[in-house]
């Protein structure tokens, strides 16, 4: 089946500890992206990737990091995750942003305390 | 810069039909329009490219306006099923980025 999958589903941290959101596709799509979406604000753009190892900012990046090593994986990393990273998280692919959607996947429901 | 829908709500009964608007102050590529159900992810509705074109599936259709930089999404003879946040998204730059408005809540009532 196609798909994004995130893990995990729910996390809840301590401010500071490093954490990593997983994204994996197996549409063999040139375009990733990671959203947060905070109620009344909708869908902000974190990072986006446009192929392997070429990644650019979206509009709130200040406080995560991406990689993109390989076509299908598209990590999160929070290096010192504070309070108001919490927050619902989702990773989004798509073949061609010009022709298709994004596919998004089952979104990662962060809390740091 | 994240473009403008309206309204932010709206409530309808089963059969009635709601247009939802997406304006952005900059030159757009395309816009994109999505659905998203309580508890769900978004999910892909339909995208419209440069060129003034209306697309449609089944009861929902939308316009794109480029020189208004505008979009529209039309939906009638509404069903319960249409319920949910409705968000467009703008592609400013050819194909790179995508940028989403802050959404419109739609409730169906019976």
């Known amino acids: 089946e196609a798909q994004v999958t995130q893990n995990p589903r729910y996390l809840i941290t301590v401010t500071g500890k490093k954490l990593t959101v997983t994204c994996s596709q197996n549409m063999n799509h040139e375009y990733m992206s990671w959203y947060r979406q905070d109620p009344g604000l909708g869908l902000r753009q974190i990072y986006y990737s446009m192929n392997v190892e070429v990644t650019d900012k979206g509009d709130v990046p200040e406080g995560y990091k991406v990689s993109r090593k390989e076509k299908r994986n598209f990590p999160l990393i929070l290096e010192s995750p504070s309070p108001n990273q919490t927050s619902l998280y989702f990773c989004?692919?798509?073949?061609?942003?010009?022709?298709?959607?994004?596919?998004f996947g089952s979104g990662t429901r962060l809390t740091v305390v | 810069q994240q473009p403008v829908q309206s309204p932010q709500a709206v409530i309808l009964r089963e059969g009635e039909d709601a247009v939802i608007n997406c304006s952005s102050s900059k030159a757009l590529y395309s816009v994109h329009w999505y659905r998203q159900k309580h508890g769900e992810a978004p999910v892909f509705l339909m995208i419209?490219?440069?060129?003034?074109e209306q697309k449609g599936h089944d009861k929902i259709s939308a316009s794109f306006n480029e020189k208004k930089q505008q979009s529209s999404l039309y939906l009638t003879a509404s069903q319960l099923s249409y319920s949910g946040t409705y968000f467009c998204?703008?592609?400013?730059?050819?194909?790179?980025?995508?940028?989403f408005g802050a959404g419109t809540i739609l409730r169906v009532k019976s």
């Open positions: 419209l490219l440069k060129g003034g």
């Open positions: 989004a692919s798509s073949l061609s942003l010009t022709g298709d959607g994004y596919t």
């Open positions: 998204g703008t592609d400013l730059s050819n194909g790179n980025k995508l940028v």
